[in-house]
């Protein structure tokens, strides 16, 4: 039987703002806009927080999650919140020896590669992620109508950091056990479905509004091997997590020729990076899903007249979607001006504001 964990009724507020609506494919007010990594190193304040606490120490404590996720809604007026923390936090919960490394990312301490590795993949209980559960349960009563999405990573990615042992630009290793050894590829990847399924639902039923599976490097792969050793165990976790209700994002980078089958594992919302248009990327996801992006991350760093104009371009290609959620095609890079990331929500509001 599928394990569902259910929710506390959702406030109308909440339930009519626009990333909701929009989620849905419903009419909104204006565009709803969010970023990709929004909390973290842009913001000064962030990194005044953060001084002497490692990454993975700040993940844990609930006080810390909660105040670094309210940062950038109190500075920029996004219309949704992302949970503070990190794809490998579920990874660490059940035991696995990984670091996050300032200026590197997860560095896992024995990469995997055989089948008794497996054993170091139980299922994630409620129990190993306490901070997670009372972080979320704190910030959904401070966030009042702003969604908070939680997250997680897919199994792909997630995969690919176990494997690799740490940032890989081929995921050669990753392919290698792939394509060599299938049977214990989709053993692999069937652990870190159950694992990102349940770090989604605690998200999920402590108050999260919405979901987002990143499977940011996905786009390594050709839309056949996608379908093949990838598609299954990302289905499986959307669909546990879509027995919930809440609405699933679905996201990776240089994805433009696996959106159909990003879109067919069982996403409401598509993310969609700055290499596709989005009127395009709508074609290929079709009628019954809205789209995320995709404004290129690098125009930031442009002058103010630059950054109007994409922003007005995404916002004109957004408009041929049945659903639309404003966001850069990828995570705000650390050297942008959090000024700009405010004028961005201003942009694209007064540019998408409609009648009711
Ligand atoms: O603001 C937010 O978006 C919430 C915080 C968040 C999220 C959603 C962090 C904090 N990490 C993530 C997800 C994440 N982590 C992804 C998927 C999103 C994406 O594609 O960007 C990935 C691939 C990771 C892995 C990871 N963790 C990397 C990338 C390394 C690589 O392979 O290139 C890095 C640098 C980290 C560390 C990390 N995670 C988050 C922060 C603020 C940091 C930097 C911390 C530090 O250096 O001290």
Not at 23 to 31: D, G, I, M, N
Not at 139 to 165: C, R, W
Not at 262 to 291: H, I, K, Q, Y
Request: proline content about 7%.
């Amino acid at each position: 039987a599928r394990q569902v964990t259910g929710r506390a009724p959702v406030p109308a507020e909440l339930a009519d703002g626009p990333f909701l609506r929009a989620c849905r494919r419903e009419s909104v007010t204006h565009t709803p806009v969010w970023f990709m990594r929004q909390a973290g190193r842009s913001l000064p304040e962030y990194r005044k927080l953060r001084e002497g606490i490692g990454m993975l120490d700040s993940c844990r404590r609930a006080d810390l999650v909660t105040e670094i996720t309210l940062q950038p809604i109190r500075r920029h007026h996004v219309d949704a919140a992302i949970f503070f923390s990190d794809i490998v936090v579920p990874l660490i919960a059940v035991g696995v020896g990984l670091d996050i490394v300032a200026g590197v990312g997860p560095v896992v301490d024995e990469p995997f590669g055989s089948a008794a590795d497996l054993e170091r993949l139980r299922p994630l209980e409620p129990d190993d992620v306490p901070y997670v559960t009372e972080a979320v349960g704190t910030l959904v009563g401070e966030l009042g109508a702003t969604p908070l999405i939680g997250f997680a990573g897919a199994p792909f990615t997630l995969a690919s950091y176990l494997v690799e042992g740490g940032p890989s630009r081929t995921h050669a290793r990753t392919k290698a056990l792939m394509y060599g050894e299938p049977e214990l590829w989709h053993a692999l990847c069937d652990r870190l479905a159950t694992i990102s399924s349940a770090f989604l639902r605690v998200q999920i039923a402590a108050g999260a509004s919405a979901v987002q599976l990143f499977d940011s490097w996905a786009g390594a792969l050709s839309e056949a091997d996608y379908r093949t050793y990838v598609q299954p165990h990302s289905a499986r976790v959307l669909a546990e997590v879509g027995a919930t209700g809440v609405p699933r994002i679905h996201f990776g980078v240089g994805t433009a020729e696996l959106l159909p089958a990003m879109a067919e594992a069982g996403a409401d919302v598509v993310g969609v990076d700055w290499r596709t248009p989005l009127a395009t990327a709508s074609s290929r996801v079709g009628p019954d899903r809205a789209v995320q992006g995709n404004l290129d991350p690098a125009v930031l760093l442009a002058d103010e007249r630059v950054v109007a104009e994409h922003v007005r371009r995404v916002l004109a290609d957004g408009a041929a979607a049945p659903g639309h959620i404003f966001n850069l095609g990828h995570g705000v890079l650390p050297e942008t001006d959090p000024g700009v990331l405010t004028r961005v929500v201003e942009l694209v509001h007064e540019h998408s504001r409609r009648e009711g």
